[in-house]
Each structure stands twice: as C-alpha cells, then as structure tokens.
C-alpha cells in the first residue's frame, strides 16, 4: 500500500509498529503473573496455572510444553528442576494459555456491547530527526468497535494477522493513516 | 499603512468571484427587506445609480462584488421564505419609496466623494465595513485636514479622554475634538443617531460568519458605553455588537446546565437502598472510581485540553516491580522539631481539611512526557525534574522542603516541588540556594486541566458541610482521594494511565502543607511538627492566621497536647503524638 513506510528510520524518528504497541498494551491488560520464571514463586505459579485442570494441562501440551506427566509431577514436587530451556518453554506456553483463556472476557469488556473502546495513539518520536525533514504528526484517538480480529490475532500469537487487523482499524484515521503505522505508544483501558 | 492596505485591497481582488443571484432576484431581495437603493449604496459606498446597474445585468467586480455578495447573502439568509416576517430591522427607520428618493437625494455628496477616494479599501481595520455614515456626519477633508493627524470615524467608539462615544480619532485614538463635549459627562453625543444603518447587516454577520469578506475581519467587541444614559444613537451602534458579545455568553450556561452529577448520585443510592445511610454510603464509595472518571469526562466538555490518558511513561515513572516504587521522590514531610524553647507549651494539632481535593489545582502535563538535558525550567511546562537539592540551613524550625531525605544526591522530583524551591531560592525568601536541574521529563502544562472537576467536587463538599450531610461527604472524599491514588498504574482505575499526575498532586498537597508551614512560623507561632498531608502541630495562638472551620481553606483541630516542663521536650512531643 502507498501509505506504508518504507525505510522507517531513515532520518531517524523511532518508534514501534502500531501492532507491536497493541499487543504491548493487550499484554499489560492480561495481568501476566509478575514474578519472572527464574524465581521459584514465579515458576509454581506458571506451572500451577497449567497443570490445575486436565482442560489446563492439554492446553499446555498445544501450546509447546511437550514433556511428560512425570516430569511435570517432579517440577511441581520440587525434585527437579527444569533446564533453562523448558523455563522459556513454559513461560511462552504459560502466556499463550493464559492469552487464549482471558481472550473472551477482554473481548467483551473492548467491544462493551458495540460502544467500542477509545484509543489513544501517541505519534512515533521525532525527537531524533533534523528540523527540516520533521513534520507534524499530531496524537489521535480513534473509537474501535470490533476487536474481534485484533483480540483473535493477539491470542493466537499471530503477527501478521495483528498486523493486517490494527491497519483495517487504522486506515479510519483518513488519509494521513501512514504516519501513524509507526507509534510510541497506543493506549486503551478494558 | 495605508500601502498595505491598498495591497490587500489588491489581493483582496485576486480572490475568486463570489456568486451572485440573478438580476432581478437582488432586486427583489432588496425590496423584501424594505432597503432603498440609496441605503444599500451608502453602505456600499457607491452610488444609487450603480447599485440599479446591478440590479439590472451588471456585475460588480473586486472587493465590491464580496461586499455586495455578503450582503444578498444575508438578505437571502433572511428573506428567502416568503412567510419570513417581512422586517426584523429593530429601529431603521424603514425606506418607502419616498424616501428612497430622498436619499438619493441626500447621498451623492458623501458617494461621490467616497468614490473618488479608495474608501472600500477602509483605512481603519477596526471600523465596520460598511461606512455607515448618515450625510450630514460625514467630515469633509477639510474638518480633518489641519495638520495633525485626525480621521474621522465610521462609527463612533469610545473616547480614551471620557468614554463616550467619538466622531473622530486622533493618531489612532478615538477622542472627542471639541473640549466642551469631552468634559461634559451627560452631553449628548456628538452626532445624531445613525438612522440608515441595516440593523440585518451586523447581526448577519453574526449568523454567517464564515463569508471570509475582507473587510469583516477583526472587529473588536466595543465596550458599552460607561455613560449612565447612553443616547439612543449610541445603544444602536454598539448594541449590536454587545448583541452578539450577550449570545456568546448566552451559550455557556447551557454547557453547565447538566444538573449535580453528585447530589444525583447520592439521592439515587440513598433512594435504593430506602434511606440506610450506612447501606448507602458503602455502595457510593464502591462506586467513586468510575463516577469520578465520569465527572472528569464530564467536566472536560467543551474545555481547551483533552485529557491523554495513556502516554508513554519513561523508565523512572515505571515501577521497578509489581509492588515496587518509581523513582519520583514526592517530598512527603515528615519533619519534627528538634527542640523547642525551654517550659512547657501546648501544642495543637492541626489537619488541614480536604488536602488531596486542594491539590488538584496544580500544573498538570498534558502530552506526552519529552526528555531535556539542562538547568532550565520552563514555567509552562511541567513535569519531574531530576535535581540536586540545594542546603537546608533552616532544619532547626522549619523543615525541609523535599522532606527528609536520607540519601544524599540526586533525586528525581515533582513539579510541585521544584517550584517551591525555586520559590524559596527567590529574592522574596531567599531560604535556600536554587536546585540544579540535571535533566526533565515534561510536557506543557495547565493548571485548569482539573479546575472544573475540583470546583464540582469543592462544592458539593461545602454544601454537605452545610446540611450536615455525612453521605455525601464521604462520597466526595472517597472520589477526590480515591481518583487520585488510582490514576497511576492502578488495576482499580484502567481509564487513566498518569503516574505522572499522581506525583504531582501528591507533591502539591506536601508543597501546600509545607507553605502552610511557613506561613505559621512568619505569624510567629513555633513549628513543631509537619507530617504526611495533612497534619500540622504548632504553638501558639494559631486561630489569628488559620481559620478554624471544615472548608478546604480553614483547618481542623485534630488534638491538643502538652510538652515541655523538661528539657527533653522533642522526645515528649513525639511520645505525646504517637498515641
């Protein structure tokens, strides 16, 4: 599309695709557990979290903690303790059950009945940029009504598919939309 | 000057070509209004017989054809239904034929003079645009032509030597040539009433504004006319413009018609739970955050600034952990005073009523927070500061302004708080050296941004003190303090993301509490404790500089008690405290 940028950064404005800053913000929505998983509590926490329910522990198995019932029961126990490598796994298996969980109640609570949620969208920072090549980008904010696509695209961890969602939002913003493919921030309450 | 305005003239002709109607609908426009020619001419500044060439095919070209376009314009505004009242005009002496003919009669010696002259380019910016001169007002050049540098006025405007309106203006300065007219408070205005003037003309151009005609721009409201019995000459110039100055007034009102967000609250909760209070009162405090936000949008109606809830935060407004601090150092006193004179001494402890709810009123930043090195400090903007705070020689009776500090160097602070030392660094005070700022986050700033919300709030309080209403206080206590501590980082309030403006605040309400301070210990009476918000103990008879009451400018006594009789006298003033 003629509106997309091609070589962010040339001149040195900074910022972070809009989507980015979307599933940022969908994130700080999503109440992770905050203690890191390299700490004890953190790490019971997530594994608690997956393992409460046979419903749970399926869910972790599809979102890539593939080890056995065995070693799961030993982590819980406290006899082993995972590798390095299945600490990432299980967070990212933690985050996207627990994404795929709430994603229902956020959506609700975004679309409030069709009202949609007001966004803020904070332009990309040009304070990097010489003064002839900076324009003015001003802060807009933009109602959404349908998050379906956005939430269903964040749940599933789906890049892309964030991507094309939040320019289908975007694109009402009228025709100056490019300026805001790249934000410092963008933010909304659910 | 007047080359210039000859050269918007010129560009004023370059613009394009307002449409007219058709030839015989100006005419008849003109008829349904009742205007004669020699009225439309006048005010046009051309003759009779030109504006009856218009009416009959030709057109008018230049800054004529956007006056003339202006004014059918607000004749069709006006007079395009035929069902219309024929006249509105309020005391314009209607034109019959008749008369009509008289003043064609009257006018050709001011329209040929103005037509020799460029007198559409209007040499006064802040006159009307249509000359609206009756004949025998019009000067000639002579009157004006002695020397010193005297125009005549389209329109009278207050004299600056007595107020009352003037013909003419010297150097730019509207005054009264003849002595006996300017000294004489109750003489009648120079000249005779305007009797041509179109009243549809001004008020017209109230109701379309958007004709960009050139000479419309820029007419500054005039004053009223001081005189205790303005002539009815004067009340029709400036009354329609005071006219148009009382319809903007008119709008505001209905802006805050809404009625008492908070009265309606607490009868609608006092309501359902069929007068329990203490019923009532629970379901309203659990209800404050949202309503608070509610007010806040409510309040920020038709105001200048939006409020930005979510900007980007830098790193010192984070959190480090989820139940960590930033790194903004809010400057909360907590002060005691060392020792205090020999004997014993009463103490009262002071409560400074609805700190949080006065501290709103603060300078608030509206964007997003921008990064800047230096010791400068821009007073339009605010934000927090990282400072080294300057020496504080003053410990022995009156505290520290960033509270007690343990740490040495550094810290980042609020603008609240860097305003008050820079207040006190100030030759007024000269207390302390002036803090070095190292670096700022900040934003431009108002300090009106919660003004309204704060005012709603203030008076709902003063008028639940006044009716003893307990339900209400509460209510309001719980949403200005409740607003406050949740519009950071809070999972209890989502819609607001400031931490920035919960610093500020909080910082406020110390730099307020600390000012309250001083202002005890410049009356004379001795300091002995400043603590957390709101509490301030001193001896002495405070009642001369505090008023004691529950308003949010008065104080509350919270306690009375004794220390001294011992030389250990600060140790007995906080034992006596810490109950």
């Not at chain 2, 004669?36 to 004529?64: C, H, I, M």
């Amino acid at each position: 599309m003629p509106q997309h940028t091609i070589e962010f950064g040339k001149f040195g404005a900074q910022g972070v695709k809009g989507h980015e800053a979307v599933a940022r913000q969908l994130d700080a929505l999503a109440d992770f557990i905050a203690s890191p998983v390299t700490t004890r509590r953190g790490l019971m926490a997530r594994l608690h979290y997956l393992t409460r329910t046979p419903h749970a522990r399926a869910a972790a198995r599809e979102a890539g903690l593939t080890v056995t019932d065995r070693t799961l029961r030993a982590w819980l126990a406290g006899a082993r303790n995972p590798t390095p490598h299945n600490l990432v796994r299980i967070d990212t298996a933690y985050r996207t059950v627990r994404r795929h969980n709430i994603a229902r109640y956020l959506l609700a609570r975004l679309n409030r009945r069709g009202r949609g949620t007001r966004v803020e969208i904070h332009p990309l920072d040009q304070s990097g940029v010489r003064p002839p090549h900076q324009r003015f980008v001003e802060f807009r904010t933009l109602n959404v009504r349908r998050w379906e696509a956005i939430v269903d695209a964040w749940a599933a961890g789906d890049d892309q598919a964030l991507d094309d969602a939040w320019t289908d939002q975007i694109i009402d913003l009228g025709s100056q939309w490019g300026q805001y493919e790249y934000v410092t921030n963008i933010g909304f309450a659910a | 000057m007047s080359d210039f305005d000859a050269i918007d003239s010129l560009l004023a002709s370059l613009t394009p070509q307002p449409a007219l109607p058709e030839a015989e609908a100006r005419r008849d426009l003109r008829e349904r209004a009742g205007l004669s020619k020699a009225q439309v001419a006048r005010t046009l500044g051309v003759s009779p017989s030109t504006v009856t060439g218009w009416e009959t095919g030709r057109d008018p070209s230049g800054e004529l054809r956007a006056k003339y376009a202006y004014l059918l314009d607000g004749l069709a505004a006006r007079f395009a239904s035929p069902t219309s009242p024929a006249s509105p005009v309020s005391s314009a002496p209607l034109a019959s034929p008749d008369s009509a003919a008289a003043g064609e009669a009257a006018a050709p010696g001011p329209a040929g003079a103005q037509s020799t002259t460029p007198q559409p380019t209007d040499p006064t910016p802040d006159s009307t645009p249509s000359p609206t001169l009756s004949p025998d007002s019009t000067p000639s050049p002579a009157t004006g032509g002695d020397g010193d540098d005297v125009a005549a006025l389209a329109v009278p405007e207050p004299c600056v030597l007595c107020g009352r309106p003037a013909r003419h203006q010297v150097a730019g300065f509207p005054q009264h040539l003849d002595a006996a007219q300017c000294t004489a408070p109750n003489a009648p205005p120079a000249e005779p009433p305007v009797p041509t003037v179109p009243a549809e003309l001004p008020s017209s151009r109230t109701t379309a504004p958007a004709h960009p005609a050139p000479g419309t721009r820029a007419a500054p409201p005039a004053q009223p006319a001081p005189g205790p019995q303005p002539a009815p000459g004067v009340q029709a110039g400036a009354g329609v413009r005071t006219g148009a100055g009382a319809r903007r007034r008119r709008t505001v009102p209905v802006v805050e018609a809404s009625p008492d967000p908070v009265a309606a609250a607490v009868a609608e909760a006092l309501t359902r739970h069929e007068g329990d209070v203490e019923a009532a009162t629970a379901a309203l405090l659990k209800r404050a955050i949202p309503d608070a936000m509610a007010l806040l949008d409510d309040c920020r109606k038709g105001g200048r600034y939006a409020v930005v809830a979510h900007p980007w935060i830098p790193d010192v407004l984070r959190k480090q952990s989820a139940r960590g601090a930033d790194q903004i150092w809010e400057a909360r006193p907590k002060w005691t005073r060392p020792e205090l004179p020999e004997g014993r001494h009463e103490v009262t402890a002071l409560d400074i009523n609805g700190a949080y709810l006065s501290a709103l009123k603060t300078h608030l930043p509206l964007g997003q927070l921008e990064h800047t090195v230096g010791d400068v400090h821009d007073r339009r903007r605010a934000g927090v500061h990282l400072i080294t705070p300057p020496e504080w020689e003053h410990g022995a009776y009156l505290p520290n302004p960033i509270g007690n500090r343990d740490e040495p160097g550094p810290l980042w602070v609020t603008e609240p708080t860097l305003r008050l030392l820079l207040r006190l660094s100030g030759p007024k005070y000269a207390l302390c050296e002036p803090p070095e700022i190292h670096e700022s986050f900040t934003s431009g700033a108002t300090e009106n941004l919660l003004e309204k919300f704060r005012v709603v709030l203030k008076d709902a309080r003063d008028r639940a003190l006044a009716d003893g209403d307990e339900v209400t206080l509460e209510y309001v206590k719980a949403m200005y303090s409740k607003f406050v501590s949740t519009m950071g980082e809070s999972n209890y309030n989502r819609e607001l993301y400031r931490p920035d403006w919960m610093h500020l605040i909080r910082s406020q309400a110390f730099a307020n509490l600390w000012v309250k301070a001083l202002k005890a210990h410049d009356s004379g009476l001795a300091v002995v404790r400043v603590m957390g918000t709101d509490e301030l103990h001193v001896v002495g008879d405070w009642r001369r500089v505090f008023p004691e009451g529950r308003g949010v400018a008065e104080v509350k006594v919270k306690d009375v008690y004794s220390v001294g009789a011992a030389p250990e006298t600060p140790a007995a003033a906080g034992d006596a405290d810490e109950n």
